[in-house]
DNA sequence: TTTCTATCTAACAACAGTTGTAAATTAGGG
DNA sequence: CCCTAATTTACAACTGTTGTTAGATAGAAA
């Protein structure tokens, strides 16, 4: 799949894909890279940066930005919505299609749209449970 | 409005409320900062951003992060959703309600959903016109 | 109107995430 | 097994944003 696009096969762009594809919860590159380190404490940052970009340009991830800081990684490259705590920038995939959303052309203001992503943002499990609520 | 916070009302106060509001296309806080220097040279960026910051706080503007690069900062609080030009980050509004997108709580995964954004990627008129399509 | 002071601004440094660069390393074809 | 183009690493630099603090100022009080 690197041979595809003639790239090499290297063991630091083995372990990226490997990482991010037993990662479901949308990893930043420095998660990938501490990840990474337990088993090749040389690999530098940079490198999985270059072989995130790789992967996404040729199409096997998503980069995500969600304002959580950093950008997310997603090895869900089908379609699919996100919800994101506003508290801890968990995110967390939504599978359901909403068919419905699609601009008419008399709102889309000349844009020619290639994706549509909606983000449910709110507080996840953990960080709503944390609150002490007076009961 | 600055008043009723408690905030004291400064020229740099005034100046940013009132750029942003004269402004349709969600600046940043340095396009904010570039229009108010013209006829304030002496403010600084530092400045921009706190006050930005303290009128989101307060309701009175919105932050939104887009993966464009920057925060933009909308004076329409209202729900409203956007179109983002993936070549130039312009970012414009689409006033359309999708009341059918609500997650059912078996897709909420436990979240607490405080807001709901959608977001339509694609290329703005300029950019799609400045494409040189082989015809 | 002047005084006083808590608030605010500006200057500047620092930070986080990410990208540029180039020397050293290496995958993999021959 | 070589060779070399591709890759990785080290390191610096960059962008957007935030922390800090000395000096300036809004506006309440006198
Ligand atoms: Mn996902
Ligand atoms: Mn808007
Ligand atoms: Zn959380
Ligand atoms: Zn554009």
């Known amino acids: 799949m690197f041979r595809d696009q003639g790239l090499k096969i290297t063991p630091q762009r083995v ?66 919505h996100h919800l994101v705590c506003d508290k801890c920038g968990r995110v967390t995939d939504v599978h359901a299609s909403f068919d419905g959303v699609r601009l008419p052309r008399t709102k889309l203001a000349g844009y020619r749209v290639s994706s549509t992503e909606i983000v449910f943002r709110g507080e996840c499990p953990d960080c709503a449970g944390s609150n002490a609520v007076a009961s």
């Open 15 to 80: 372990s990226v894909f490997r990482v991010l594809h037993d990662n479901a919860d949308h990893p930043t590159a420095e998660a990938v890279f501490d990840q990474i380190r337990d088993e090749m404490p040389s690999i530098s940052l940079r490198t999985v940066y270059q072989t995130l970009h790789d992967l996404a340009s040729m199409g096997e991830i998503r980069q995500l930005d969600l304002g959580t800081g950093s950008a997310r990684f997603d090895p869900n490259v089908k379609s699919h």
